[in-house]
């Protein structure tokens, strides 16, 4: 944000107000709990906007999902998916309302596609429903049980490729999420990752712990998914952002509409290069994280990249209100 103005987005910032690049930067699905986006959907008019947009697209009322559960209905990945997405882009559009945009946007995972509605490459009604495809996909691209993720704690990349490698015997285990510094998750065939993990603590893993996930996301058992959403994408009329994305599968710097589409493709079956993503955006100037969205996961995985970088984070009316103080006193 460089006292950057909207037109009829909202407000307008102080034209004397000079601040460091800011890039926002999206949850990915873990992040959901009953409650989200309740706040900015009782205070704000633009933010009851996109709830109402999203719960048309779907047919259904997303929104009351996202604000009243049950928990058990919000963590079924179709719903999941595209239930951050709203709580992220209505947060956003808040942001917005109050004069703040970000220079550069990144999303982890099902995050990017938030990223991308924020900066104009997808429209909001389109992306909710791709997301919740996208997660029906998913779900049903691997029978439950016959995969797995875990996550490896305190082992590099290198080293983890290793473990992977030696821990297949012919069957599917790989880095999904390149996290920070010594926190990779790692998908594929249940049992491989189960030998992974043990293999990885004998090397010298501080913790390998299996997570409770409904599939083995990231990895080349996805396969059948990304072949579905390709079809659903390519019958999407994607945009060249407005605001350049750093995209999870090159962690590079992302202008046109096509290289988008073929990200987003790609996405379902390779590693979400987060750590790189973020290492990349501080190359390009930026100081100042903002976390959009549920949850405070992003703002954690950032402190262990790079301790150097400012994180604030906004997902209801109290976190609002101390970004906005924030930035405040960075003008005065």
């Given at each position: 944000?460089?006292?950057?103005?909207t037109?009829d987005n909202g407000?307008?910032t102080?034209?004397k107000v000079?601040?460091?690049?800011?890039?926002f930067?999206?949850?990915?699905?873990?992040s959901?709990?009953p409650g989200?986006?309740r706040e900015l959907?009782?205070?704000?008019?633009?933010?009851?906007?996109?709830f109402?947009e999203?719960?048309?697209?779907?047919?259904?009322a997303?929104?009351?999902l996202c604000f009243?559960?049950?928990?058990?209905?919000l963590?079924?990945?179709a719903n999941?998916?595209?239930?951050?997405?709203?709580v992220?882009?209505?947060?956003?559009?808040?942001?917005?309302?109050?004069?703040?945009?970000?220079?550069?946007?990144?999303?982890?995972?099902?995050?990017?596609y938030?990223?991308?509605?924020?900066?104009?490459a997808l429209r909001?009604?389109?992306?909710?429903?791709?997301?919740?495809q996208?997660?029906?996909?998913?779900?049903?691209?691997?029978?439950?049980?016959q995969?797995?993720?875990?996550?490896?704690?305190?082992?590099d990349?290198?080293?983890?490729?290793?473990?992977?490698?030696?821990a297949a015997?012919?069957e599917v285990?790989?880095p999904?999420?390149?996290n920070?510094?010594?926190?990779?998750?790692?998908?594929?065939?249940?049992?491989?990752v189960?030998?992974?993990?043990?293999l990885?603590?004998?090397?010298?893993?501080k913790r390998?712990i299996?997570?409770n996930v409904?599939?083995p996301?990231?990895?080349?058992l996805?396969?059948?998914?990304?072949?579905r959403?390709?079809?659903?994408?390519?019958?999407?009329?994607?945009?060249?952002?407005q605001v350049?994305?750093v995209n999870?599968?090159s962690?590079q710097?992302?202008?046109?509409?096509?290289?988008?589409?073929?990200?987003?493709?790609?996405q379902?079956?390779?590693p979400v290069?987060?750590e790189?993503?973020?290492?990349r955006l501080?190359?390009e100037?930026v100081e100042m994280?903002?976390?959009v969205?549920p949850?405070?996961v992003l703002?954690?995985?950032?402190r262990q990249i790079?301790r150097?970088?400012?994180?604030?984070?906004?997902?209801?009316?109290a976190?609002?209100?101390e970004?906005?103080?924030?930035?405040?006193?960075?003008?005065a």
């Amino acid at each position: 944000m460089q006292g950057r103005r909207t037109t009829d987005n909202g407000p307008r910032t102080d034209s004397k107000v000079s601040l460091a690049k800011t890039a926002f930067i999206f949850p990915g699905q873990g992040s959901q709990y009953p409650g989200m986006g309740r706040e900015l959907a009782e205070n704000f008019a633009c933010a009851r906007a996109v709830f109402k947009e999203a719960d048309g697209a779907l047919g259904f009322a997303i929104s009351k999902l996202c604000f009243e559960g049950p928990a058990e209905a919000l963590q079924l990945t179709a719903n999941t998916q595209p239930a951050i997405l709203v709580v992220s882009v209505a947060a956003a559009m808040v942001l917005r309302e109050k004069g703040l945009q970000a220079d550069y946007v990144a999303g982890h995972s099902l995050g990017e596609y938030s990223a991308l509605v924020v900066a104009g490459a997808l429209r909001l009604a389109d992306a909710v429903r791709l997301v919740r495809q996208r997660g029906q996909y998913m779900q049903e691209a691997v029978p439950v049980g016959q995969g797995a993720m875990a996550a490896i704690l305190g082992l590099d990349a290198a080293a983890l490729e290793e473990v992977c490698r030696a821990a297949a015997q012919g069957e599917v285990v790989s880095p999904a999420n390149l996290n920070s510094p010594g926190q990779v998750v790692i998908a594929g065939s249940a049992a491989a990752v189960a030998r992974a993990v043990e293999l990885a603590k004998a090397r010298g893993a501080k913790r390998a712990i299996m997570l409770n996930v409904s599939a083995p996301f990231h990895c080349a058992l996805m396969k059948p998914a990304q072949d579905r959403l390709s079809v659903d994408l390519d019958a999407t009329e994607v945009y060249d952002p407005q605001v350049p994305l750093v995209n999870n599968v090159s962690a590079q710097v992302v202008i046109f509409a096509r290289l988008i589409r073929e990200g987003l493709k790609h996405q379902v079956t390779s590693p979400v290069r987060w750590e790189e993503s973020m290492r990349r955006l501080r190359r390009e100037g930026v100081e100042m994280f903002v976390e959009v969205g549920p949850g405070k996961v992003l703002s954690g995985l950032l402190r262990q990249i790079d301790r150097g970088a400012e994180c604030l984070r906004v997902e209801d009316v109290a976190t609002l209100s101390e970004v906005l103080a924030r930035l405040a006193s960075a003008s005065a």
